[in-house]
């Protein structure tokens, strides 16, 4: 293989070579390999473009943190992801990854231009730029700048994968694998409590994986927790959210790694509740900010260390070391060690432990104490790097194939800090670390500032005799935030890190400145002649790294999305070619169509059967409550406008409930069954919010009442026959109940039998015609309506749906509640004064009524709308007003809230709320649409048989 | 009078099988809706001791909330009440009952359950939620969950928790 | 998600079985009839929006399905105690 793979180092399976394919072209690596050290082990250090120079980029990290080795993989069948981290691509045979923000390749990229055009890309640029003309910023600016900007692209089809969800429960969380996690959880093993254990990558033991002098602890630990049934690992899951009393959010990635997916869920969704937590996630170092930072070659010291001892693999045959922190010095000794060219150990410090300039000596390293690097060689790799001291400035050069940045360490508090823990600055550490916890958690090892590397300083940017304003030393690599852009931020008057880090970006990247906070908080105190305490720090969110939106979705996919509920006669209509329509979660048969119809004609035909016929209409969603008690009839004489007390058993009553606003929340037809029990309804989308509301009341404000609410929405399967046939229809098939209009009128109730089953009966109509509403068990309402189906062929029954029944009940003036009312709506406006018992003393609504700016004059009433054209159909919603020919803005007097084609009336209708509508009776009124303005006259409803004349059939 | 029609269920009649689990719709029963001011009454009107506490079931018998009982029987209760405090409700067609058994009963009902079924042991019945449905969850033994739901949400349930008896093979 | 002490079933349970209900301890007149519009306004929509301490209704929907009352801090977002309806303010 390649010279940068290292004989005999490393934990990757050299007896399973892997190939794998990025941009194309073919490479080969082993079992165990990221994609990230597959590619460095083959001399590849060009990973990617920046995001708004398009600078070349390399690795910066090896893990989670890594800002600028952004991937697409490709699996083929919309299986798409972009933005993956090469440091965390395991490789299998056959993937394919390409690189990411180039045009129209990763060497040659036009983009590339932004680059020399630097100084005219500061921060705020597209802000400040692209203001004028407003017109170009939609048309031309916009989608030009998304072009070259952005990471990644969206994937093109739908996602083909499935994802899974739990919930689990444990004692105790333990999120990192490293060390301190597998301490944490070697301590707990001996005790009774669950423990999950979970970490990010495929092999627990975090850093541990990069020193080799740990892994038979490392064996041994591991094999003594697979023995432990108490404690549950976790590998590739990342807790990606902390959320209230210890809610943790993890995402399990089980098929990514694979070649061969299968019919597998690609990731699992864990919704975590713990009772206790330990953070144990270690901490990040951090790269240092000085000119040519970002040039490939130029990475993090631990992560040199990582790639070596972790996956046998050289960032370089003869590296460099720029060092704030002693832990680059050590990162140096062991890459000495295993037979690496280390050329320079540059450290910005004035002094060092004594101790490690003499190992360096006795390595045949060269230290430049109190130096600093101030310029790298090489743009699409490191040739080598220009030194200077740090007082005097005298220049060198120095020949290197990688640079090592040991900036010092920045523990990853995100968890924590989304858990609502406070952070406190060290100055020891130049660091925020865990404060005062909120919820029952603790970090433990590298995260809670708890590490062993030694000393350093924090530096906000490295010394150099440059001028700061002509160079890009990059602070946020992701985001191509430079030392410059928070200078002028700054400048130009932010003071607050929140605003600081919108309006440069920096940190809002996918890795949301796991590299840079801290490096900015830095600049922006110096620029501020303030302290990094005294500045803050802005706020962690979740997710502490991207994740996929079908994880997050979990079970919640295709047709799991929501629950569609479903009648029982649901499978019957849709085997006869309805076409439905959501109606809150329900789904509703809108329209019955024979061949060749259209929704016109299969409306004007079912609407037509019902008026001179008989129709049938699935009605189950109607909400339905059971109110029993003793005091059921005062309870709902409470709620409702109209009186209750006196309804006689047997016998049915429209009732209209407002809120204790005084508008109008829902309606529906009840019947008294018994004295001490009642059957209401309510609307379909109404059903939850009626049933809570009147709870409400009864448990909080009259538990003095002996009530108990019931849904029984679906106990029962609601037919509806209409039409003057209708009772022809049931007459065969009902038992013990008298349909004789005499004994059985209208707005009434019985209860017997019908096809054998038990049936609560109402005579009801929402269509002007003789009507029943046929209640029975859920398990036989599909039965009962084929059999009804059956015994009306002869009567030529006729299945309508929700759109006849609509136009059916506008033809008859009734209205849909959320439809011609929308929560402003009082029982005046809506022409149902007449259902407001004017002798009641109190109900819910009725002292808002009384509201001087609820009986003003003026306020929008419901009436009829006639269009002047009769086959002009109006579109509902569509503005009204007195004067067409008015200035716009025009003054509008309402809106059309229901308007159809009546096929009965050979014409079109519509209801609409209008400001003092019933004052305007037989006004023409105009309706302004794009193409044209439409005259209508306010008219009464109903408009279909005023005096009822057919409700008896 | 013709005979009595066919029922009508909203899930399939063929049970699941997966490894480890099998879903299963339970056999059609009398529910009824029992609410009361005290147990004392529920048990007078039942003629047998109901259970006390809140979430705790007991020969079919489920104490859902203070004043609701919750009662699955293989019997229907006789329609007068003797003008007791209590309202009776017969609500035996407005849930089915899917019957999760198993080893692997336990993690299905976790897929989409967020109580801790460790401290939800055989005995126990609540009203809770599973995914974005609200369910009757009942274990009847230590790899026996017993789920009623509303007919029309049952497809749902049923498909996901299928799905779940099948990824957790995985 | 928070976990929420229901104080009838007395167990704590996940705030997805729960729904909030607005302010607590706001009685719904005995004679609605009586009071001055302004009086009215103050019952219908005029609300404490509290920072810090809040008493607050919850109802646990999808558990027993009872109304309670819960004191919390809506800064820390932390319930202190939750009590039955009807029980006096804590």
């Known amino acids: 293989m390649s010279g940068y793979r290292i004989a005999g180092l490393g934990r990757i399976d050299r007896t399973r070579p892997v190939t794998f394919t990025f941009d194309g072209k073919r490479y080969a690596g082993f079992a165990g390999d990221t994609l990230a050290s597959a590619l460095l082990a083959s001399g590849v250090m060009l990973f990617g473009r920046s995001f708004k120079y398009h600078r070349p980029r390399g690795l910066l990290a090896a893990g989670a943190e890594e800002p600028n080795a952004l991937v697409t993989v490709d699996r083929g069948g919309g299986r798409f992801t972009p933005n993956l981290r090469a440091t965390g691509v395991e490789i299998y045979d056959g993937l394919a990854a390409t690189s990411q923000n180039r045009w129209p390749s990763l060497k040659t990229d036009v983009g590339a231009i932004s680059d020399r055009l630097g100084m005219f890309l500061p921060a705020g640029f597209y802000n400040k730029t692209f203001m004028w003309p407003r017109s170009f910023w939609e048309k031309l600016y916009e989608p030009a700048l998304r072009r070259m900007a952005g990471l990644g692209e969206t994937p093109p089809e739908p996602d083909p994968d499935r994802y899974a969800a739990t919930y689990a429960h444990c004692d105790l969380l333990i999120v990192g694998g490293g060390p301190a996690g597998i301490e944490a959880a070697l301590e707990a093993s001996a005790t009774d409590k669950r423990v999950i254990l979970l970490d990010e990558q495929e092999e627990m033991g975090g850093g541990a994986l990069g020193d080799p002098s740990l892994w038979p602890w490392l064996e041994a630990s591991l094999d003594r927790l697979a023995g432990t049934p108490n404690v549950a690992l976790l590998h590739r899951t990342t807790a990606f959210g902390y959320y209230h009393d210890n809610f943790v959010g993890a995402v399990e990635r089980l098929t990514d790694h694979l070649a061969e997916p299968g019919d597998c869920p690609r990731e699992k969704l864990w919704r975590i509740r713990a009772g206790e937590v330990v953070l144990a996630q270690g901490a990040i170092e951090r790269p240092l900010v000085f000119e040519g930072n970002d040039v490939p070659g130029v990475m993090l010291a631990s992560a040199a260390g990582t790639f070596l001892f972790r996956y046998g693999v050289a960032v370089g045959r003869n590296v460099a070391v720029m060092a704030a922190h002693d832990s680059g010095w050590r990162d140096a000794f062991a890459l000495a060690g295993a037979g690496i060219g280390v050329a320079a150990i540059v450290d910005c410090r004035d002094a060092v432990d004594p101790t490690l300039v003499l190992r360096a000596e006795a390595l045949g390293i060269t230290a430049y104490v109190g130096q600093s690097v101030i310029g790298v060689l090489g743009r699409q790799r490191v040739r080598g790097i220009e030194v200077c001291a740090n007082r005097d400035h005298p220049g060198g050069r120095v020949s290197c194939d990688a640079l090592l940045m040991a900036g010092g360490w920045t523990p990853s508090v995100q968890l924590w800090s989304q858990s609502k823990g406070t952070l406190t600055w060290s100055v020891e550490l130049g660091a925020y670390v865990p404060g005062v916890s909120h919820e029952r958690t603790q970090c433990v090892g590298g995260c809670s500032g708890d590490w062993h590397f030694g000393d350093g300083v924090s530096m906000e940017a490295m010394p150099t005799p440059r001028d700061p304003a002509r160079i890009k030393a990059f602070v946020d690599f992701q985001n191509d935030v430079t030392a410059k852009d928070i200078a002028l931020a700054v400048r130009e008057g932010f003071r607050s890190i929140e605003h600081i880090k919108r309006y440069t970006t920096n940190g809002m990247a996918t890795d949301q400145g796991k590299t840079s906070n801290i490096n900015a908080l830095m600049l922006a105190a110096s620029a501020l002649e303030s302290t990094a305490p005294s500045v803050g720090l802005t706020t962690f969110r979740p997710p502490y790294t991207p994740q996929s939106f079908g994880a997050l979705a979990g079970h919640a996919q295709d047709s799991l999305f929501q629950p569609t509920r479903r009648t029982a006669i649901d499978d019957w209509a849709d085997a006869r070619g309805a076409v439905f329509e959501p109606v809150g979660h329900w789904r509703r048969a809108r329209y019955f169509p024979r061949p060749g119809e259209d929704m016109a004609a299969a409306v004007a035909r079912e609407c037509h059967a019902v008026r001179s016929a008989v129709g049938v209409f699935d009605a189950s969603t109607l909400g339905k409550i059971e109110v029993v008690g003793k005091d059921a009839a005062e309870f709902l004489n409470r709620m409702y406008t109209n009186p209750w007390k006196a309804l006689a058993p047997g016998r049915c009553r429209y009732g209209l409930l407002l809120r204790e606003d005084g508008f109008i929340t829902d309606d529906g037809v009840s019947a008294r069954l018994a004295p001490d029990r009642f059957h209401l309804t309510t609307t379909t989308g109404g059903a939850a919010r009626v049933l809570h509301m009147m709870e409400d009341y009864l448990q909080t404000e009259w538990p003095d009442l002996e009530v108990w609410l019931t849904s029984v929405t679906e106990q029962w399967s609601t037919i509806a026959l209409q039409g003057p046939r209708a009772r022809n229809v049931i007459a065969p098939l009902v038992g013990g109940i008298d349909l004789a209009s005499t004994a059985f009128p209208h707005m009434a109730v019985r209860e017997g039998t019908i096809c054998g089953v038990p049936t609560r009966l109402f005579r009801v109509s929402f269509t002007g015609e003789l009507g029943f509403e046929v209640n029975v068990p859920s398990a036989y309402g599909r039965a009962v309506w084929e059999r009804i189906l059956a015994e009306g062929q002869c009567f030529g029954i006729t299945p309508y749906g929700t759109e006849a029944m609509h136009v059916l009940r506008a033809e008859k003036g009734y209205i849909v509640i959320g439809q011609d009312t929308d929560g402003t709506v009082t029982p005046d406006d809506a022409g149902l004064g007449w259902a407001v018992g004017a002798k009641k003393t109190d109900f819910v609504g009725k002292r808002s009524l009384a509201r001087p700016d609820l009986s003003a004059p003026g306020r929008k009433q419901l009436v009829g709308l006639l269009t002047d054209d009769p086959l002009i159909v109006l579109e509902e919603g569509a503005q009204i007003v007195a004067d067409p020919r008015q200035p716009v803005p025009m003054t509008m007097l309402g809106h059309v809230t229901s308007a159809y084609w009546s096929a009965s009336l050979q014409r079109s209708i519509a209801l609409a709320l209008v400001a003092g509508g019933r004052d305007r009776m037989g006004h023409t009124l105009h309706v302004p649409m794009p193409d044209r303005t439409i005259a209508a006259t306010v008219c009464a409803t109903p408009f279909f048989d005023p005096t009822g004349s057919r409700l008896d059939g | ?170 | 998600m928070l976990l929420i002490h229901c104080p009838y079933c007395d167990e704590r349970r996940p705030e997805i079985e729960f729904v909030y209900a607005g302010e607590a301890h706001i009685a719904r007149p005995a004679d609605p009839a009586t009071l001055s519009d302004e009086d009215w306004e103050a019952y219908l929509f005029i609300r404490a929006n509290a920072r810090g301490r809040h008493h607050e209704r919850w109802r646990h929907s999808h558990g027993c399905g009872r109304f309670f009352n819960a004191a919390r801090d809506t800064l820390s977002d932390r319930f202190e105690c939750t009590y039955k309806a009807g029980e006096p303010r804590r």
Request: charged share 25%; net charge neutral; proline share 9%.
């Open chain 2, 1 to 170: 009078m013709d005979k009595v029609p066919a029922r009508y269920e909203p899930v399939p009649l063929a049970p699941v099988q997966a490894p480890g689990v099998s879903l299963r719709l339970a056999s059609p029963q009398w529910r009824y809706s029992l609410r009361a001011r005290s147990t004392s009454t529920i048990a007078a009107l039942l003629g047998r001791p109901v259970p006390d506490p809140i979430g705790r079931c007991t020969d079919g018998i489920a104490r859902l909330g203070p004043d609701e009982w919750y009662a699955r029987l293989s019997t229907p209760l006789p329609p007068e009440h003797g003008g007791a405090s209590a309202s009776v409700v017969d609500i035996s067609e407005r849930a089915v009952s899917i019957v999760v058994e198993g080893p692997r009963a336990r993690q299905v009902i976790a897929a989409g359950c967020p109580l801790d079924l460790e401290y939800f042991q055989p005995g126990r019945a609540t009203r809770t939620v599973f995914e974005q449905t609200e369910i009757i969850l009942m274990r009847e033994a230590d790899e026996r969950f017993v789920v009623d739901i509303w007919r029309s949400f049952a497809s749902y349930f049923w498909a996901l928790s299928e799905q779940a008896a099948r990824d957790g093979q995985a």
